[in-house]
Nanobody, 123 residues
């Protein structure tokens, strides 16, 4: 069992919203930075957002549309995605790292990973 489990993906029309969740087990997300990545068909896995202890970070093409947040009581991190576009389609993964500062941008450099959840946005 992987220490992170993503949920909340699905099929949505362009302009719609989804809320992804990343639930951790075996460690406390409060002490980790947690990032979201996505991989479109035939593309590389790319960094989308990260939440550190003090700040949130976003790639330019999701700013003002996506919001990352942490729920310590549920030991989870969420990604609220609004204004979805067909180009947002892909597998979305979360990853956690003991470096609390969100300095890393490569998925496999993080300490823990999930299996991903599919997001499909129709035009």
């Amino acid at each position: 069992q992987l220490p992170l489990a993503e949920s909340g993906g699905g099929l949505v029309q362009s302009g719609g919203s989804l809320r992804l969740s990343c639930a951790a087990s075996g460690f406390s997300v409060e002490n980790y930075s947690v990032g979201w990545f996505r991989q479109a068909p035939g593309e590389e896995r790319e960094w989308v957002s990260c939440i550190s202890r003090r700040s949130e970070y976003y790639v330019d093409f999701v700013k003002d549309r996506f919001t990352i947040s942490r729920d310590n009581t549920l030991n989870s991190v969420h990604l609220q995605m609004n204004g979805l576009k067909p180009e947002d389609t892909g597998l979305y993964y979360c990853a956690a790292d003991a470096d609390p500062g969100c300095a890393k941008r490569r998925f496999w450099d993080f300490n823990y990973w999930g299996q991903g959840t599919q997001v499909t946005v129709s035009s």
